[in-house]
């Protein structure tokens, strides 16, 4: 490992089951345990702690998972209940809705519950009415901005870097490649499945040498080569980025085999809160 609290690498799941996002999606085989189990052998491999965003539904539906997820001791946080933007909630159902996860996840086995992931990273300046909200649950940070254009959701003034939002929750963004002409998240999903090694391993070292965490996110479909095709949720219906959302999929467990080599200090949130942004103030 390396030495603590340098080159983080937050690596993440978004434990969600994108049937369930799908029309009649619940035809098409049942993937998230086994794609989990693949996780958790990687993780297991390099003797690395990672945070799991979890959705609710998911939680329900396997308590099992969640359980052993927990006794290996990796951390456990929210993904809202039914995988809903932030934008199509009203106050009262946000806290509804996340009242709901938190049961369920705690339900489950969970534990301690710090934080919170919004779906579709749909975080923005039109959405930040969500912290207090956090707050007053209990939360102590979120990693939901995407801090770029997006199609879907972007907050491209936030900047890169951790902020302490409200004073009282950390919002930690994701990860970015920039260049003059395009951003996009590095060490995520199929941006990451679809960029050479070499781009990821560059962009790694350049956020490492300015003492930034590399935030990172990924879901079970992106590892899973078995997937039944369909047209996945959220890209309207393209046929070209649906073809995106297939490849490269056997690739990513052996470009994180390549992180670790790199250097990677794999930790959970929470951990690297408590231990060093905490520790800044």
Request: contains cysteine; neutral net charge.
């Amino acid at each position: 490992m390396s030495e603590p609290n340098k080159n983080v690498y937050l690596f993440s799941v978004d434990l969600e089951d994108v049937r369930l996002l799908v029309e009649n999606g619940q035809q098409y085989e049942e993937r998230v345990p086994l794609m989990t189990e693949k996780y958790l052998a990687f993780l297991d491999k390099h003797n690395c702690k990672a945070t799991f965003f979890v959705v609710g539904d998911v939680a329900k539906a396997y308590p099992t998972l969640i359980k052993k997820i927990v006794d290996k001791g990796h951390e456990i946080a929210c993904h809202s209940n039914k995988h809903i933007p932030l934008d199509k909630y009203t106050v009262s159902s946000f806290r509804a809705d996340i009242t709901e996860n938190l049961k369920v996840l705690r339900d489950a086995g969970a534990g301690r519950i710090c934080g919170f992931r919004a779906p579709t990273y749909s975080m923005t300046e039109k959405t930040v009415w969500v912290y207090k909200e956090l707050a007053d649950l209990g939360f102590v940070y979120s990693s939901s901005v995407l801090p770029a254009k997006n199609p879907l959701y972007g907050w491209p003034e936030f900047g890169g870097e951790p902020k302490l939002m409200n004073e009282n929750i950390w919002e930690l963004p994701i990860s970015l490649y920039k260049s003059k002409v395009i951003s996009f998240p590095f060490a995520g999903g199929v941006y990451m499945r679809v960029l050479p090694f070499f781009v990821i391993k560059k962009m790694l070292k350049k956020d490492w040498k300015n003492d930034l965490p590399v935030v990172g996110y990924i879901h079970p479909y992106d590892i899973d080569e078995g997937q039944e095709h369909f047209m996945h949720p959220g890209i309207n219906n393209s046929k070209l980025y649906n073809n995106l959302m297939f490849m490269n999929r056997k690739s990513l467990l052996n470009k994180f085999d390549k992180i670790v080599e790199s250097g990677a200090n794999i930790t959970t949130y929470i951990d690297y809160l408590e231990s060093t942004l905490v520790n800044s103030q």
